[in-house]
């Protein structure tokens, strides 16, 4: 139950998004809005519904996207396992701390994406483009995820019945 | 036990996403039919959201219209206000009318060749530059149909779903357009940069270019029809290493307030 109402917000927003974009004119940043999905379920939730979370997101995402096939989810799904080996010994306090986590999510996925395009395909055209917008778009995922975590936090306390 | 299944899955999911990458002809097919299907169920969703967002949107250019307006004329009243807010909207309407009346011109000069379409959505990541229409399978698009506007090209149709398609722009690193300088004999590859302007590539140094001239589309890549305004060059750098200038130009179109455009159904 839970989950899916995760997963639901996050391609709820990411929809919104893509919709709002065509006319604002932002283009130096565009939050991830999945990633403090991705990044909640898999530290509060656990493995599963992380896993499934980062499917779902990372698959929506690349159908409102001209990434790659594949490119979105290798990465999303990365992160997920990064974020899983790495749950012990992060501690995530207050909605702040969840803000700098998804941040360097962001920063950490720009990295693994260029590595993935060089690796595999041998391709440079995109690097300097995706460096370029990788710190603003982490500050900006960053400072968004905090209305996310305390969204998530209401809908928990308001219908999933957490006290 | 349990984590270690999920992390196993996972390392498969990420050896499969890795191989769909590195375009796998055993893989692809099934993941963009998956992908397809999905996005045929999510294309009555994106075109919902797309129409509150168009409310949105009037309402901000009307907020921002306003503010201006505010510092401008704090003494006026409140009446004044909404009386200018009608005016406003009527503006935009007109505006609206005559960029619609410019996209039907054409499509009545080409009657059956083209489609005109509505900007529903953007890219969500800005390492790519791509924007998604309201017109899809349904009404007879399919991949590698070139978008224009009547100002010039846009871009290619590079994903088709029965509600709505997905545009590659010609600023995404992935596009290439093969173009020529309009009355010169020059012929090179506009490329995308990721960024506002375009790359001119494989123009010799001796090749006649000069800023101001303008980029048509040569016909020859098999994809764009010949004769379609792309841009407009705007430096011209013959000093560096090597063969080529290197040139930058300025595309016709300004991407970022695209509303309208129109799908080139035959070529």
Known sequence: ?163 | MKTSIIIITAVLVLAFSFFIFTNSSFFVPTYAKVKCNIGEIAGPAIKLVGKPANLVKYLFETYVNLFDAKKENVELKKKLDIFQLENQKISELEKENKRLKIILHLVEQNPGKMVAARVIGEDIKNWFRCIIIDKGRDFGVTEKMPIITPKGLVGQAVEVNKWHSKVMIVNDTNSSVDVYIDGKNSRGILEGTGQTTLKLKYILKNDEAAIGDKLMTSGKDGVYPKGLPTGIIITVNRNKPGIFADIDVMPFNNFKRLDEVLIVRKR
């Open chain 1, 1 to 163: 139950m839970k989950i899916s109402v995760y997963i639901l917000t996050g391609i709820a927003l990411s929809i919104i998004e893509s919709a709002l974009l065509s006319f604002f004119p932002v283009e130096f940043f565009k939050p991830d809005l999945g990633m403090p999905f991705i990044i909640y379920t898999t530290f509060f939730l656990g493995p599963m519904p992380g896993f499934i979370t980062s499917i779902f997101i990372s698959l929506f995402q690349e159908i409102l996207s001209n990434a790659p096939h594949g490119s979105i989810m290798f990465t999303k799904i990365s992160l997920f396992l990064i974020a899983t080996f790495l749950k012990k010994n992060i501690y995530i306090d207050s909605k702040y701390s969840f803000s700098y986590i998804c941040g360097g999510s962001t920063i950490i996925e720009s990295f693994l994406f260029i590595a993935l395009s060089i690796l595999s395909k041998g391709e440079t055209s995109n690097i300097i483009n995706v460096l370029f917008y990788t710190i603003p778009n982490a500050i900006f995922t960053g400072f968004v995820s905090i209305f996310i975590f305390s969204i998530i936090e209401s809908i928990n306390i308001k219908f999933l019945g957490r006290e």
